[in-house]
Every structure is written in structure tokens, then in C-alpha cells.
């Protein structure tokens, strides 16, 4: 086969798998590690409706009651569940850690993409190498990638996609550009407001192409073939054309409701990212891209790397109810322009010290990650969840708890488990039935009256196998305490199987 026709060339392989497979192994470990959800829609949008297709059991939500959401990417994982179960993984966590694996080849792909995206570039091999190792290892990347949320499993398309944009730019080859609508479709298909960065990609092709006006027409009809695609899967999941994007789009947009949750500044996502990332690090992603604007006819290539995620970011920004998650991809961004900017210094300015160079942009790029490891530590701690955006009646929670979600899968490990309560924590903030994995009924509760009446309901139905979970410090009913044997304690929550009396 023409070197020329390869989608990577022989002589590029080898650091793209040995990057692929240090990024793979780093998210491995966080899918092991960074258990808990930073929000209820890690469970309830994704992987819970998933659970309940293949398992039978799960808690619906008015989205997927209404239609609000695609049944595409609670689809696929639903097939991963399938897949999973078939080949014998059966432990409630383990079948969920498979579920974050699985997610992680996707954003280790992606990681092996962006140092491609380098040798575009016009780095070096050695240069773009070394310059993509700290992504593949970074903190909060791979925190971001083994997340069950529809932001995070988008960020690998919309990355494959500006590759093949960058792809045709340099070839003119139609298959580029038709990788380039396919991988930006799927992004939407995950996530419907992927469509202002492939708006983004339409608009830099159009800048940066030789055939300006053909490129972003054929683009811009594919994406909308792949839009069209979501629609007919509309028709068989919700029996109607474009369901769940009409439906989330009045809910959002038209009627506002989103904005009840909160409603932030136009500079929330910049002041977040300054407050997230070192100086250093955002100051030489913003530099890197001036060089870009203003040395366009030149870098062409950084400018279609770029764009599409700034006018992603910008319409973020102008939408008022705002959360760092919903900007995840421009983080991973920020880390891959910043590392451009320094391996651009080395090539620039190493002269015959570029050895030592980039062995300190190297130093300087970890300890870049290391700030950010360090003031966000507590959020990798295994189950360890901020109740920051909780909102609802079901008060009574700390602002940071943990072992929700190891309680859940140490309740569904019970052989003889026939009915569970977990007591201390609200339904929302809960793994649902995923992490219980149990062909049984689970409730949860904070509130101190509803414990009581559920602990009532439980001891008066004498049903055996019933075991209650509660969160340590939790106020237990007094009248209940003799008939509670305790399992045992992790630390978090205390599992308690119930005996009756004669």
C-alpha cells in the first residue's frame, strides 16, 4: 500500500502504540482508583438506563421517561454490559470498572491522535513524543476520561475528527473528510451540543482548504446526514424523527429550565480554568494560539487544531447555566496546546542543547500536572463525591462523602440479599441499581423521618434476606436497633442484615 494512502504511516506506529499503551495503563489504574461520580448524570443518563436494558433493573428519570435523551450511547454501553456478562464478569464494581476500561481505550486513542496531530505540526518525531507523553500520564485527563458522563466519551470523536480534518487539509483525500463528518456525527450522536464544535470544523475548513467552499459543503451535508442518523434512531427508540433533541432542546433552550439549576457569568469557564490549571499552563495555551490567528498562513494546521474547541467554548459560555463537565474536552485541549507550545520553544530555540531542553519542558509539563494533582487529590480518593449542585428535599448529606458506591456493590455481593436500604445518602447521589447489580428492590434515603418509616415497613413485612446499609454518624432509629445485626463496617457505611423476634 502508498505510505501516502496509510491513515498512519509505518514509521509512526511504534510511538503511537507506545503512548496509546502508557495512556491505556495510566487510565486502567484511574478506572480502578476514581470510582465515585462527580455528578448524578455519570449514572442515571448513561449507565443506568444501559444496566436496566440488559439487566432489567435501574432507576428512570424523566429524560429517559419523556425522551429528553438518545438511547445511542446508553446503547453501545448496554452492548459493553452484554459483553461483559457473557464472558463471565459478573461482581457488581468489576462489571462497572469494565464499563471505564472500555470508555478509556477511546480517550488513549485519543491521546495517540493529538501527538500525531503534532507531527502535522511540524514537530519532530522525538519532540511530538516526548511532548504527548505528559498527556498520556496526566491527572486530569485521565480523571475526566474513566467518567461515565456523555462529555467524556465525546472528547475522543471530536479530537478523531479534527485529526482527519487535518488529515484532508494536507492530502485533499474525500475519505479524510468523510472520517472527519463520521467521527464529529458520532460525537453529536453522544452528545447533541458537540454540533457548535463540527459547526467550528465547517468554518476552519473553509478558512484553511484549498477548496474552500467544497470541503465545508461536503462536511457540513455529511454532518447533517449523521444528525439525520440520530433521527431515525429517534423513530425506533422514541417513535418520532428527532425526538430526544426537540425534546432537550425545549427543555433547555426554550423553556430555560436549565437555568433554574443555576445561572453563572459569561467568564465562569475562564475563571474555573484559571483557578484549575497553573498559569503556565493556560497562559501558554492562549499564546500558541495568537500564534495560530496571527501567523495563520503558516499555521494552518494549530488553527484548524484549535477553533473548533474555542467556538465550542465560546457558546458555552454564553449559555447561562454552566459546569466545569461541560467544558471537559476544552481542558484536555488546554493540556495538548500547552504541550505544543513548549515542544514549539524547543524546536525553535534548542539549538545543540535540545536534548537538555526538552528534558526540562518534560520536568516542567509533569510539575504542571503534578499542581493540578495536588490541589484536586481529593477527588480521585476511590468514592469520595462533592454534593456541590445537590439540590432537592432529600437534605441531610455532608458536602463530601464516600464509599457510596463500594457499599452499593458490597450489598449486591450478598448471596441470600433479597432487600436492601441504603440510608444516608439521597437516590440522586447514588451508583442506582449499576453498582448493585442485583435482581432485587434498593432504596435509598437521608432523611431522618424516611428512615424511620422505611426501617417500620422493613421490620413489620418479616422478609428474610433484608439487610440495611447506613452511613456512619447517620442518626439510627433506637426502636429498630435490636432487631439489626451488623455484617460489617468500611469505614463509610455499616451494613446491618435484620432479624425478627418470635
Not at 504527548?132 to 472528547?155: C, F, H, N, Q
Not at 484553511?208 to 467552499?213: D, I, L, N, W
Not at 422514541?238 to 439549576?261: E, P
Amino acid at each position: 500500500m502508498n505510505e501516502n494512502k496509510k491513515i498512519i504511516n509505518d514509521s509512526e506506529v511504534l510511538p503511537f502504540f507506545i503512548i496509546f499503551a502508557l495512556s491505556l495503563l495510566v487510565r486502567i489504574y484511574a478506572a480502578h482508583t476514581s470510582i465515585a461520580q462527580i455528578y448524578p448524570d455519570e449514572i442515571f443518563q448513561t449507565i443506568e438506563p444501559a444496566h436496566k436494558l440488559v439487566f432489567g433493573r435501574g432507576i428512570t428519570y424523566w429524560e429517559f421517561k419523556y425522551g429528553a435523551r438518545s438511547w445511542f450511547f446508553p446503547g453501545i454501553l448496554a452492548g459493553v454490559y452484554k459483553i461483559l456478562d457473557t464472558i463471565g464478569v459478573k461482581d457488581p464494581l468489576s462489571i462497572n470498572i469494565g464499563i471505564k476500561i472500555f470508555l478509556s481505550i477511546f480517550s488513549s486513542l485519543a491521546v495517540s491522535v493529538v501527538y500525531l496531530l503534532f507531527r502535522k505540526h511540524g514537530l519532530a518525531k522525538k519532540e511530538a513524543f516526548l511532548f504527548t507523553l505528559p498527556l498520556a500520564a496526566s491527572y486530569l485527563a485521565s480523571y475526566i476520561s474513566v467518567r461515565t458522563l456523555t462529555e467524556s466519551a465525546s472528547l475522543p470523536f471530536m479530537v478523531f475528527a479534527v485529526y482527519f480534518a487535518s488529515n484532508y487539509i494536507k492530502n485533499e483525500r474525500i475519505r479524510d473528510l468523510v472520517f472527519a463528518f463520521v467521527t464529529a456525527g458520532i460525537a453529536f450522536m453522544v452528545r447533541f451540543q458537540t454540533a457548535a464544535f463540527s459547526f467550528g470544523i465547517a468554518v476552519a475548513l473553509f478558512l484553511t482548504a484549498k477548496k474552500r467552499f467544497q470541503s465545508s459543503l461536503i462536511f457540513g451535508f455529511g454532518f447533517l446526514g449523521m444528525v439525520a442518523l440520530q433521527g431515525l434512531l429517534d423513530i425506533f427508540t422514541w417513535g418520532s424523527f428527532f425526538k430526544s433533541f426537540i425534546t432537550y432542546f425545549d427543555y433547555n433552550v426554550l423553556r430555560g429550565v436549565a437555568n433554574k439549576h443555576g445561572v453563572s457569568p459569561w467568564y465562569y469557564y475562564l475563571s474555573d480554568i484559571a483557578k484549575t490549571f497553573h498559569p503556565v499552563t493556560w497562559i501558554s495555551a492562549v499564546l500558541i494560539m495568537a500564534i495560530g490567528v496571527v501567523s495563520f498562513k503558516k499555521n494552518r494546521q494549530i488553527f484548524l487544531f484549535f477553533f473548533p474547541f474555542l467556538l465550542f467554548f465560546i457558546v458555552h459560555s454564553a449559555i447561562g447555566h454552566k459546569e466545569p463537565r461541560f467544558v471537559f474536552v476544552c481542558f484536555f485541549v488546554i493540556l495538548a496546546l500547552s504541550a505544543e507550545f513548549f515542544a514549539n520553544l524547543v524546536r525553535k530555540y534548542g539549538n545543540n542543547r535540545k536534548n537538555a531542553a526538552l528534558f526540562l519542558a518534560i520536568c516542567l509539563l509533569f510539575s504542571l500536572d503534578a499542581f493540578t494533582h495536588i490541589k484536586y487529590a481529593r477527588l480521585w480518593n476511590h468514592s469520595a463525591t462533592s454534593v456541590d449542585n445537590f439540590y432537592g428535599n432529600d437534605r441531610g448529606v455532608e458536602k463530601l462523602f464516600g464509599g457510596v458506591l463500594e457499599t452499593e456493590a458490597e450489598l449486591g455481593r450478598i448471596a441470600d440479599l433479597k432487600r436492601a436500604y441504603l440510608f444516608g445518602i439521597p437516590q440522586i447521589w447514588t451508583g442506582g441499581y449499576a453498582y448493585f447489580h442485583k435482581n432485587a428492590p434498593i432504596s435509598f434515603t437521608s432523611n431522618p423521618e424516611d428512615v424511620r418509616k422505611m426501617m417500620r415497613k422493613a421490620v413489620e413485612s418479616r422478609q428474610s434476606g433484608t439487610y440495611c446499609a447506613f452511613k456512619n454518624g447517620i442518626e439510627m432509629p433506637q426502636e429498630y436497633t435490636g432487631n439489626l445485626e451488623k455484617i460489617s463496617d468500611n469505614g463509610d457505611f455499616t451494613i446491618y442484615k435484620l432479624r425478627f423476634g418470635n
